[in-house]
């Protein structure tokens, strides 16, 4: 089971994403079923002065005005994980958890969840060599539960947990489960906070039944969950179709086309997502039937047929709506072995790429929470050397908010938490 962000990414492999058998493939990265031994010495780039030019050769100055709060796991060179959130401007670096990875901002930015070793409940015995979920208060690392809180399916505590998705609503979190020793145990659940009265139970386990499903979005009414089902990896990515599934009714649909696959990892974090109004949803995926990338658009109505809006995507990761509707971006490779940010309107036309005349290839963007900009991955060289930037929308600029040349996953851009 490939869980989002609790292994180590090949980055400069994203760039130079290789289309084989019709599957997005990333060289090195992160090995299947392993939990994570994160790393109390990781740290992020001490302050916003640092040099950015000597440590990376990157043009992206510091400084970037907007709001919000940035989360991100760092890896070490041994691939132990810490989590840290740090300001858009690259000011405030905070070691969150030292041994903790995958953060999840609630819907209000006032919390923040994560995955980390040893989480169980006060009466049984914490099991270090897996992984649960903590919820953490604003401003600090205040525990203020753990998912889930009570034993309504004792067994889940042999498994792996991890967070990957919270409902706009704030009421769920749809969690990836896995056995570190058996596949069959594989899985997907829906944590709910107003069932059966005791904040956070576990009434749905594994609500898909027992396979390999990764959550990617809830519906902006909360009351559908987007997932991908793994079918096969390759390297350190998961691939297979996209689905929707029912948060009261359990009732599952596809919503990707035969043939046609999505890749996720911790880079990656959801090719897909949801419009503004929640009536259609975008991806970036492989059609097997043609060999190539394309990113989709296809209405949540059942029987609704997918288009491609852009045609010819090489190595797309993922296609993701600004949080307004009003534009998507999406990244591919460009001329060189590099990947370029390009945002569009939601009918494909007025496609622009941001990065055109950037040195360092960019992917895998993340939205702010006001739309005005975007969180990217960047690299100028392999694998393990890159840093996060910050892309403006509307092409007015490139800012660096790390300087520490390494791996970071399970990056998000949350609306508050300081």
């Known amino acids: 089971m490939l869980a989002r962000g609790t292994r180590s990414f090949a980055l400069a492999g994203v760039f130079v994403a290789l289309i084989t058998v019709g599957a997005i493939v990333f ?89 980390a070793p040893g989480v169980t409940l006060p009466s049984l015995t914490p099991d270090p060599s897996l992984l649960g979920i903590e919820v953490l208060d604003r401003p600090g690392t205040n525990v203020a539960f753990v998912v889930p809180t009570g034993c309504g399916a004792c067994t889940v505590f042999g498994l792996n947990d991890e967070p990957d998705a919270w409902s706009p609503n704030g009421r769920y979190i749809a969690l990836t489960m896995w056995s570190d020793t058996d596949d069959s145990q594989a899985g997907m659940g829906i944590a709910d906070r107003d069932f059966p009265g005791i904040p956070w139970d576990w009434p749905q386990t594994r609500v898909t039944g027992a396979h390999a499903d990764i959550p990617i979005a809830f519906s902006p009414d909360s009351s559908m969950l987007l997932f991908m089902r793994t079918e096969r990896t390759v390297g350190p990515t998961a691939i297979g179709p996209l689905f929707v599934v029912g948060v009261t009714d359990l009732a599952v649909r596809q919503v990707s086309p035969p043939g046609v696959t999505v890749s996720t990892n911790g880079l990656i974090q959801g090719p897909a ?83 055109s005349t950037f040195d360092p290839g960019v992917c895998c963007a993340q939205w702010s929470p006001d739309g005005k900009a975007m969180l990217v991955a960047g690299t100028t060289s392999d694998d393990s050397h890159n840093n996060l930037l910050v892309v403006a929308a509307d092409g007015g600029g490139i800012w660096q908010v790390t300087d520490d040349l390494n791996v970071y996953t399970g990056f998000l851009w949350g609306p508050g938490f300081r």
């Open 27 to 115: 060289v090195g990265g992160r090995q299947p079923s392993t939990s994570p031994t994160p790393s109390a010495t990781a740290s992020p780039n001490p302050s916003a002065s640092s040099s950015a030019t000597a440590s990376s050769g990157s043009l992206a100055p510091f400084g970037y005005t907007g709001g919000g709060t940035i989360e991100f796991t760092k890896h070490d060179a041994s691939g132990k994980d810490a989590l840290w959130v740090i300001d858009p401007s690259g000011l405030n670096p905070t070691l969150v958890a030292s041994a903790g990875c995958c953060g999840l901002f609630s819907p209000d930015g006032s919390q923040l969840a994560l995955a």
């Open 273 to 355: 997502s949801w419009s503004s109004d929640g009536q259609s949803i975008v991806f970036a995926g492989v059609d097997a039937s043609v060999g190539t990338t394309s990113i989709f658009e296809v209405g949540i109505q059942d029987g609704a047929e997918a288009r491609k809006i852009v045609a010819d995507a090489p190595g797309a990761t993922s296609a993701r709506f600004s949080p307004d509707g009003t534009m998507i971006a999406f990244d591919r490779k460009a001329s060189t072995a590099f990947h370029d940010l390009w945002v569009m309107q939601p009918d494909g036309t007025g496609a622009t790429n941001l990065t």
